[in-house]
């Protein structure tokens, strides 16, 4: 399984490059790409996808959801910019495998998701493997979790229509929100907004991307 998760790591390295003009860098944070290498990716995916789960392409975990292809995960945890004493938020637990690797980076980290049964699987997974500076929710994340705000950084993991500004609201100056913002199903951005003081903030887009869509609508908690 080293081995595999070794050549997995050498196919991201190998997107970082062709995208680098995009990314403006033509490597990752080295603790991403350790954190990468030490989370076991095959406990993530279902056991019939298990001889895919080095592959670096999504896979489907169920209810219409997947687990992001690996140079996606890699490269949102980079632009996060991460440090060591940092919490930040996660909207879109899923299979918990990007949440296994904020868990690597970060001091703490809340992860909200808005299907019940893999809110709960992926909370289970997480505590079995000893992810214990994790805290789950099960919940529609389109509002955040005000409870822990303010956040060095928020990730979403599900395309947005548009920038939710409760999210912006709930990082501190400095703090980043990484979200693919787009069309559901259609043309969708990386898009990187950071805070600065005061109401004033900062988007950036990285490239073309495809994720499920985020539910926006409040209504629906989990
Ligand atoms: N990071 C996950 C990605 C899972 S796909 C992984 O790699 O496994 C995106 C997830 O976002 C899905 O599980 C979906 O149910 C969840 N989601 C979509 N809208 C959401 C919302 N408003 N709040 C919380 N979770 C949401």
């Known amino acids: 399984m080293k081995k595999d998760r070794q050549c997995m790591i050498t196919d991201i390295q190998r997107e970082v490059e062709y995208t680098s003009s995009l990314i403006g860098k033509r490597a990752l944070d080295p603790r991403v790409i350790k954190a ?27 209810y219409g959801q997947t687990i992001s ?8 945890s980079d632009l996060l910019q991460t440090q060591d004493d940092h919490v930040v938020l996660e909207i879109g637990t899923g299979s918990g495998y990007q949440t296994a690797i904020l ?6 980290v809340y992860s ?28 529609n994340g389109y509002a955040g979790w005000p409870e822990h705000a303010p956040y060095n950084g ?10 939710p500004m409760q999210l912006v609201d709930q990082l501190m100056p400095g703090g980043r929100l990484v979200i693919p913002v787009g069309e559901p199903y259609g043309a969708q951005e990386l898009v990187v907004v950071t805070r600065g003081e005061a109401d004033h903030f900062d988007v950036r887009e990285i ?11 409040l209504g629906s908690t989990g």
Do not use: W
């Open 36 to 62: 990468m290498e030490e989370v076991p990716r095959e406990a993530f995916v279902p056991a019939s996808m298990l001889h895919l789960a080095f592959e670096n392409g999504p896979l489907p975990i169920g």
């Open 69 to 76: 292809q690996p140079s996606i995960v890699a490269l949102m």
């Open 103 to 108: 868990s690597r980076l970060v001091r703490q």
């Open 112 to 139: 909200i998701e808005v299907v019940g049964e893999l809110g709960e699987a992926s909370a289970g997974r997480l505590k079995d493997l000893g992810y214990s500076n994790v805290e789950c929710r099960i919940g």
């Open 154 to 163: 928020i990730i979403v993991t599900a395309a947005a229509t548009h920038i």
């Open 207 to 217: 490239l073309g991307v495809a994720f499920v869509p985020m539910q926006e609508e």
